[in-house]
């Protein structure tokens, strides 16, 4: 299986925030570098669907036809945004290799051996008839590997430099970091930090209805609890060494009542302030511990979109290290709602290219894989 000179892929992605869908078209050049965004899209999710897969987060009964049912409307989702950047950039279908997508993560349990992005790969390569490629997660956890953050391996492609220790931050539901050292040598770590916007989403849509808080808007309105802080930082995963991942099997709405059941007088709105704080000082935390000599951070996803919470991590950054950059990863060309999506793609790439996508760095497999499978038109 060989690529042309230079190849179109796109790349989707849905992410643990479970607001919609990115979409991302791509030229790639034979060395598999990007080389031309050629379009990109965005599809939001309806409530109905939101809800299913928020559901389909904990064991429920008759999940695995609910799961199928959802994923069949993925599908459909996938396919919209698939056609809304062939439209727009005036692609042909032929004209592109294949598409990559991660599905939406439902359970992510490396500890035991699996996890499960629902996803209708056969379905997507039906109604557009391009090549799918899908299930990147599965091959690194069967060599031994957290299967995540998959991410990492494109950041060190795309964004490390030759003069500057980099960490680049994404900042969905949670939060990863990829630790880039300047040396060429030096290896790549990479791994989930905590919580980003996964609690402060589900708090703001419990108390006001919102699917998220723009801006940190509600949370500038509350003060920190500092007793509260420290109850949601005593959790083992915080410790606990990197390669490591996680997720909602963790994160979760009753993860965040049984702490705050020794709080209840707390403002609702002191409470979404001191989540703010917990996601930018777990951050902040793991960088001083596992990248002390970061010279500049580059931050992604939606959160990046927080100006709020990025005051906070610049705060508590700054803290550290007075010296430290803090800026979107549009400082270095790439829009910060499109990395991920970009990053799906990417590993598409590699799959035809048949190179690996993975760092045992990072996810702590037992060597390099090629990721994915391949659901043919």
């Known amino acids: 299986?060989?690529?042309?000179?230079?190849?179109?892929?796109?790349?989707?992605?849905?992410?643990?925030?479970?607001?919609?869908?990115?979409?991302?078209?791509?030229?790639?050049?034979?060395?598999?570098?990007?080389?031309?965004?050629?379009?990109?899209?965005?599809?939001?999710?309806?409530?109905?669907?939101?809800?299913?897969?928020?559901?389909?987060?904990?064991?429920?009964?008759?999940?695995?036809?609910?799961?199928?049912?959802?994923?069949?409307?993925?599908?459909?989702?996938?396919?919209?945004?698939?056609?809304?950047?062939?439209?727009?950039?005036?692609?042909?279908?032929?004209?592109?290799?294949?598409?990559?997508?991660?599905?939406?993560?439902?359970?992510?349990?490396?500890?035991?051996?699996?996890?499960?992005?629902?996803?209708?790969?056969?379905?997507?390569?039906?109604?557009?008839?391009?090549?799918?490629?899908?299930?990147?997660?599965?091959?690194?956890?069967?060599?031994?590997?957290?299967?995540?953050?998959?991410?990492?391996a494109f950041h060190r492609a795309l964004f490390s430099s030759s003069n500057e220790n980099r960490v680049v931050v994404n900042i969905g539901g949670i939060c990863n970091i990829s630790v880039l050292p300047h040396q060429a040598d030096a290896p790549v770590i990479g791994f989930d930090t905590g919580p980003g916007n996964v609690l402060m989403d589900a708090w703001i849509a419990q108390h006001n209805g919102l699917a998220y808080d723009a801006n940190g808007n509600w949370a500038k309105t509350g003060k920190l609890h500092p007793e509260l802080l420290k109850a949601l930082r005593d959790e083992a995963f915080f410790n606990a060494p990197p390669p490591k991942s996680t997720g909602r099997d963790l994160f979760h709405p009753a993860w965040l009542a049984q702490k705050l059941a020794n709080f209840p007088g707390i403002q609702s709105a002191d409470a979404q302030a001191t989540l703010a704080v917990f996601t930018a000082t777990t951050l902040s935390d793991a960088i001083k511990l596992h990248a002390p000599q970061t010279q500049a951070v580059y931050v992604c996803g939606g959160g990046a979109h927080n100006s709020y919470l990025m005051t906070l991590i610049h705060f508590a950054l700054k803290l550290h290290n007075p010296t430290i950059r803090v800026e979107s990863t549009e400082a270095l060309g790439v829009a910060p709602n499109q990395v991920e999506a970009l990053a799906f793609a990417w590993l598409a790439q590699r799959f035809y290219m048949r190179e690996p996508g993975n760092l045992p760095s990072v996810t702590g497999a037992r060597g390099l894989r090629v990721l994915g499978a391949l659901y043919p038109a």
């Open 1 to 152: 299986m060989s690529t042309p000179q230079t190849s179109l892929f796109i790349g989707l992605m849905s992410g643990t925030s479970l607001d919609g869908v990115d979409g991302i078209l791509i030229s790639f050049s034979i060395d598999g570098t990007p080389q031309q965004t050629l379009g990109s899209a965005y599809v939001e999710f309806p409530e109905a669907l939101r809800a299913d897969l928020m559901a389909l987060q904990t064991a429920g009964q008759d999940e695995i036809h609910r799961e199928a049912l959802a994923a069949h409307q993925l599908a459909e989702y996938y396919a919209e945004c698939v056609g809304t950047l062939l439209r727009e950039a005036k692609v042909a279908t032929s004209d592109v290799v294949a598409i990559g997508v991660h599905g939406q993560t439902i359970r992510h349990r490396p500890e035991v051996g699996y996890t499960r992005q629902t996803n209708n790969p056969a379905l997507l390569a039906e109604w557009t008839g391009i090549d799918v490629v899908a299930d990147f997660r599965s091959r690194d956890i069967a060599a031994g590997g957290q299967g995540a953050p998959l991410v990492p």
